[in-house]
């Protein structure tokens, strides 16, 4: 298995605002995300069910609280 990469908080951000990344919080409850939503962020379940329409070489940042 390849190891996903890392980034900081700073590293991410200019990247999502600028729209090079997408932000996906990874709790699959949206009653997390609405408490832990960051900005700019979407959830899971918004990223699961438009999988097949976000391209390929878009960078995808995942984040947990």
């Known amino acids: 298995m390849t190891e996903v990469p890392r980034i900081t908080p700073q590293e ?12 996906v919080c990874a709790y699959e409850d949206d009653a997390k995300f609405r408490l832990l939503r960051l900005q700019g962020a979407i959830p899971y379940s918004t990223f699961a069910a438009s999988l097949s329409g ?12």
């Open 12 to 23: 991410a951000r200019p990247r999502i605002l600028s729209g090079e990344a997408l932000l």
């Open 54 to 65: 976000i391209a390929k070489a878009r960078e995808l940042v995942f984040y947990c609280a």
